[in-house]
């Protein structure tokens, strides 16, 4: 081949390239598009199938103490309500206002969690991520795996009043469940993974984890939680959220 046709060839391959269109790269998720609505509250039987107390105290005290009432009730209500009873006592949230009772381990305590969203119960907690919370959140696109067989976009998660504590979650896009959840300090050492385990359709098109595993920074499986007679969208009063009289007034389960 002659130096004529060398150039040629290499002017027309030029050509062809800058003619060609652009390559096509996959958007990054929308985090928005990984929550759910429609969801108002929520009711749950929850059992603890283990708790390894030791291992849970090294995550955080509440932790060991929650588990140790081993057969609960709870009832959340958004925004920012929460109540959790059992034979041994009960816990509830209200806003920044949090009261504990648990008389056969000698506690009695009420105190005030502040005005930070990270101390406060959400739905977060059980799997889910609700659109009333979205606006409360920085968020990240890490990159999408795999977590049991299901395809999951992982997302760097902060909520904007903390300096320090954040996430990494990993969300089913098509059951808007979250798969698996890692709870990071301000260094970006684990404190926690979650893991979200059979979920079930508790209502048309909404999905929740019905088994939580816990495991501590060390990666040892911590406690073990499962979630039965699941209600949704109930319509709870708030006198069953109250911490003054309230606190001690039964659960409209048991009135």
Not at 8 to 32: D, K, M, N, Y
Not at 101 to 108: H, K, M, N, W
Not at 123 to 148: A, M, N, P, Y
Not at 208 to 230: F, H, K, M, S, W
Request: with cysteine; aromatic share 8%; charged share 30%.
């Amino acid at each position: 081949m002659d130096l004529r046709r060398v150039l040629h060839t290499a002017a027309l391959g030029w050509a062809l390239l800058c003619l060609a269109p652009p390559p096509v790269f996959a958007q990054s998720p929308e985090f928005s598009r990984m929550a759910v609505s429609g969801i108002r509250d929520l009711e749950a039987s929850v059992t603890v199938v283990k708790a390894d107390l030791p291992q849970l105290e090294k995550i955080n005290k509440d932790f060991g103490i929650a588990y140790r009432l081993r057969e609960v009730t709870i009832h959340y209500k958004e925004p920012d309500k929460f109540r959790m009873d059992s034979r041994l006592g009960m816990l509830v949230v209200n806003g920044p206002t949090r009261y504990l009772r648990v008389p056969q381990l000698g506690i009695r305590r009420r105190d005030d969690v502040g005005q930070s969203l990270s101390r406060r119960h959400s739905l977060l907690d059980l799997g889910l991520i609700t659109v009333s919370r979205l606006d409360q959140f920085v968020t990240k696109f890490l990159r999408t795996e795999v977590i049991r067989d299901r395809t999951a976009h992982a997302f760097e998660l902060k909520l904007k009043d903390a300096d320090s504590d954040r996430y990494v979650v990993w969300v089913d896009p098509d059951r808007k469940i979250i798969l698996r959840r890692r709870w990071l300090d301000a260094e970006g050492q684990t404190r926690a993974t979650f893991d979200y385990l059979e979920p079930r359709e508790v209502a048309p098109g909404l999905w929740l984890p019905t088994r939580i595993e816990v495991r501590n920074p060390a990666g040892e499986l911590a406690g073990t939680t499962a979630y039965t007679e699941i209600k949704v969208n109930q319509d709870p009063p708030d006198e069953l959220f109250a911490i003054e009289g309230g606190a001690t007034a039964k659960p409209a389960a048991q009135r």
